[in-house]
């Protein structure tokens, strides 16, 4: 049994892999964990530093010595961390909608116009203004250009081709880890995992079933 960590983004909670869970071929044990600061009602400030120290734990809560990661969007940031940081553990890395270095001006527009969405509208959507904020600032630190070079797991960088914003990062993300391959889904934006959940699974499950 192969172990599988899925990780959302940021306004996603873990119940958005559930199309990917449903499609789950046999050999997986999937965990869909809270990145650890976003979570409702915790008392807990996010950082991709903390929230990737929580991911790597799960080899040892599960009592495996590797593990595959997907992740999406603020997800995708956390699980290249924990596969620059510990690259032996990690086999396999999905990466979809995720950032080397996020512009300086993007990341300014996102936060001015989520500052301005309602607390009530975020909570409907499972997640804490305050927390969704401080999120997009610590994500706006973010620089992994000069160590993408790390990573040895075999890795698929996923962008849809509407995500205006991440369209570069992505080539980024797959000229600089070693062997990377790059997709693009047509006719999909910032979340393929649950825009075009069935597109996202036919790239994602074969890419982790292989094991050459």
């Known amino acids: 049994m192969r172990l599988l960590a899925l990780l959302h983004g940021l306004g996603q ?10 499609a789950m071929p046999a050999g997986f044990k999937a965990v869909a964990p809270w990145l650890r600061g976003l979570r409702p009602g915790r008392a807990q ?7 990737a120290d929580d991911v790597l734990a799960l080899l040892n809560q599960h009592g495996v010595e590797q593990m595959s990661l997907v992740g999406v969007s603020l997800g995708a940031m956390v699980a290249l ?27 300014r527009m996102q936060r001015l116009v989520f500052s301005m969405v309602p ?7 499972g997640v804490e203004k305050k927390r969704f904020l401080q999120a997009l600032d610590q ?13 040895t797991a075999r890795t698929l960088v996923v962008v ?20 990377a391959r790059l997709e693009v889904i047509p006719g999909v934006g910032h979340q393929p995992n649950v825009e075009d959940p069935a597109a996202f699974n036919a790239l ?9």
């Open 13 to 22: 909670t873990p119940q958005s892999w559930q199309d990917q869970v449903t």
């Open 45 to 51: 400030e996010f950082s991709v530093e903390g929230a």
């Open 81 to 107: 961390d924990a596969a620059i940081r510990s690259p032996e553990t990690v086999s396999h890395l999905v990466l979809a909608a995720g950032q080397v270095n996020p512009p300086r001006s993007v990341m």
């Open 119 to 125: 607390a009530k509208r975020l909570a409907s959507m």
């Open 139 to 151: 994500a706006a630190t973010i620089d992994y250009r000069s160590r993408l070079g790390l990573v």
């Open 160 to 179: 849809g081709a509407d995500d205006k914003a991440n369209l570069t990062a992505a080539r980024d993300l797959a000229a600089g880890i070693p062997g």
């Open 204 to 212: 994602v499950w074969p890419f982790l079933a292989d094991e050459a």
